[in-house]
């Protein structure tokens, strides 16, 4: 098994000739937290969307766990364990924390979600559903609504519907963005906690969390790889520090 988990080559997005991602060639090592960080407009979305099949590249290749992924639909490259979170794992207002975790888990098993017969499936999935949300901190907040929850929790809910698909690699975009202190504190507890046997990629803004996080961190700046290492080297780098000034 290789030491690499992810790797583009070659990786480019354009937008109507606009190149919003040039040439990036990421390798993420296998159970490692890995950054992905840069300015506003650097391209960081647009990689995210390119690894995790929401857009298609204009070139490059993209590489999982020894297959080539490229071409394939993102819900084939979650089977494969290669999980983005926030955007997948839609959270339902209506239905309590609890129910939210095992509709996710219930997808994970039978594909399609059937409302009609939701109500015994759903209850076999509940000693699981039990254990991810312990596991995110969300257990006093099991049977209210996922609407009332307040932002900070709804995100940690997120992060369990996720863990319900069983992901080898989990990418999470801005997992603090938005947050007060103290969330963002146990959001960074929390991506610890879960990223234990597991390789995470994180898009982030925060560079106190990205400091706190990552083993690698990879620098973007309009679309190229400004920078990689880990976290002291790439804050050292005048390059880096400039692109972060604007300068
Ligand atoms: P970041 O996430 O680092 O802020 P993005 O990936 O969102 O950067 O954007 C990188 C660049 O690509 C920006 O200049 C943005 O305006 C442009 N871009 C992103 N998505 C599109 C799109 N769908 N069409 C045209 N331009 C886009």
């Not at 973007?220 to 972060?244: F, M």
């Amino acid at each position: 098994m290789s030491d690499i988990i992810l790797e583009t080559v070659g990786l480019t997005k354009e937008f109507r000739g606009f190149v919003a991602v040039s040439d990036v060639s990421l390798r993420v090592k296998r159970g490692t937290i890995h950054g992905l960080i840069g300015p506003n407009g650097a391209g960081k979305t647009t990689c995210f969307n390119l690894l995790t099949k929401f857009l298609p590249p204009t070139r490059g290749t993209i590489t999982y766990d020894g297959r080539d992924i490229t071409a394939m639909k993102s819900a084939d490259v979650a089977r494969l364990g290669l999980v983005r979170s926030f955007q997948i794992s839609a959270v339902f207002p209506h239905l309590t924390v609890l129910e939210n975790v095992r509709v996710a888990l219930q997808r994970q098993r039978g594909g399609s979600f059937d409302f009609w017969r939701a109500d015994g499936l759903l209850r076999r999935y509940d000693d699981r559903a039990r254990e991810l949300l312990e596991d995110v901190g969300l257990i006093p907040w099991a049977t209210i609504t996922a609407g009332e929850l307040p932002y900070g929790r709804k995100r940690a809910l997120e992060i369990a519907t996720t863990l319900a698909l069983d992901p080898v690699m989990m990418l999470l975009d801005e997992p603090t963005a938005g947050m007060t202190h103290e969330d963002v504190d146990r959001i960074v507890a929390l991506v610890k906690r879960v990223a234990k046997g597991r390789t995470v990629l994180l898009v982030e803004h925060n560079l106190k969390v990205v400091a706190g996080l990552c083993d690698q961190i990879t620098v973007l700046t309009r679309g190229r790889i400004l920078a990689e290492g880990d976290y002291a080297s790439v804050s050292r780098n005048p390059e880096v520090i400039a692109a972060y000034l604007g300068t």
